[in-house]
C-alpha cells in the first residue's frame, strides 16, 4: 500500500518535533536536557562560561522544540537549520570570549563565518520557496 504524500510528510514533521521535544521534557522532569551536556565543571572554577554555554544550547533547543511547522518538510529542515546554526554560532561566540585555547577560538572564528554563510543561504532558499501550500 502506498501512503499518500502529505501523510508522510506529516508524520515526518511529527517525529521531528517529538525529538526535539525530548530535551525540553527531560529538563522539565528535572533531567538532563541534551546528550550534550555531559560535561561536568570542575569544583572550585567559575561556572559563569559554563552557564553561558549552556543557555545558548537551551536558547536554540527551546527555540527548535517551539517553531511551527509547515509540514513542507524541505522548508521545515531549512528553518531548523537557520536555528540551529545560530546556536552554533552563539556557543562559538562564548568559546571567544572566554575560551582560552588557541586552536579552539581560531575553530570558533572559522565557524562563525561558515554558519552566517550557511543561514545566509538557508534564508535565501526559504525567502525563494514559500512553505504556503498550493
Given at each position: ?28 522532569q ?9 560535561a ?9 562560561p ?26 521545515d ?58
Open positions: 500500500m502506498k501512503l499518500p504524500q502529505t501523510w508522510i510528510k506529516n508524520a515526518m514533521t511529527i517525529s521531528a518535533a517529538a525529538a526535539l521535544m525530548v530535551p525540553i521534557l527531560a529538563v522539565a528535572g533531567g538532563s536536557p541534551s546528550p550534550h551536556q555531559h561536568t565543571v570542575p569544583a572550585g572554577s567559575s561556572t559563569a559554563a552557564h553561558d554555554m549552556m543557555s545558548a544550547m537551551t536558547k536554540m533547543q527551546t527555540e527548535m522544540a517551539t517553531m511551527k511547522m509547515s509540514g513542507d518538510i524541505d522548508h529542515f531549512a528553518m531548523m537549520m537557520v536555528s540551529h546554526h545560530q546556536g552554533a554560532i552563539d556557543m562559538a561566540k562564548v568559546e571567544l570570549a572566554r575560551g582560552k585555547n588557541k586552536q579552539l577560538k581560531q575553530m570558533a572564528g572559522k565557524m562563525i563565518a561558515d554558519q552566517t554563510k550557511e543561514i545566509s543561504k538557508l534564508n535565501k532558499w526559504m525567502a525563494q520557496h514559500s512553505a504556503i501550500k498550493k
